[in-house]
């Protein structure tokens, strides 16, 4: 009974060892055209990717990204083999690291920097208004209380 339970596991073991290869081959294997093309921005046709762009240098740029896929290169040997022939300008999305790190921070910041801006300003108007406002209602209520009584006076006599 012992031995056909190690029999049995593995079998099972074997069994899941070659489920799990396959599942990884296949998450490999999933590095499609579509991945890869939508990563690229197009080098001969300006702001479009190089799967929208229409042009026959970019049907042979596309030609080549599906000779790679055919070869097993992955996703990361593409786009390195793109960036290297291109340069980084050919990335849908640029790298963060180093300087281009700023593309990614500087909307962050400049966001930031002008809510706070425009918050400080909101309270510096409000504040304002208060202060006007007391100047005002210091100043108004005796040359009310003076017409207030002057009318009384006129009234009674």
Do not use: A, H
Request: net charge negative.
């Amino acid at each position: 009974m012992s031995v056909v339970c190690r029999s049995i596991s593995i079998l099972m073991l074997i069994f899941l060892t070659f489920l799990i290869t396959s599942l990884s081959y296949s998450e490999e294997v999933k590095v499609t055209y579509e991945d890869v093309s939508k990563s690229l921005m197009s080098p001969v046709c300006p702001g479009k990717m190089l799967s929208d762009c229409p042009s026959s240098e970019g049907s042979q740029l596309r030609e080549v990204v599906r000779k790679m896929i055919k070869e097993g290169k992955t996703k990361k040997e593409i786009l390195s083999y793109f960036v290297e022939v291109y340069g980084k300008s050919v990335l849908s999305v640029p790298p963060s690291e180093g300087f281009l790190i700023t593309s990614w921070l500087l909307p962050f910041v400049v966001f930031v920097t002008g809510l706070i801006i425009f918050v400080l300003l909101i309270f510096s108007w409000i504040r304002r208004e208060e202060i006007v406002q007391d100047k005002e209602s210091d100043r108004t209520i005796p040359d009310l209380d003076s017409r207030v009584q002057r009318e009384l006076d006129n009234f009674e006599g």
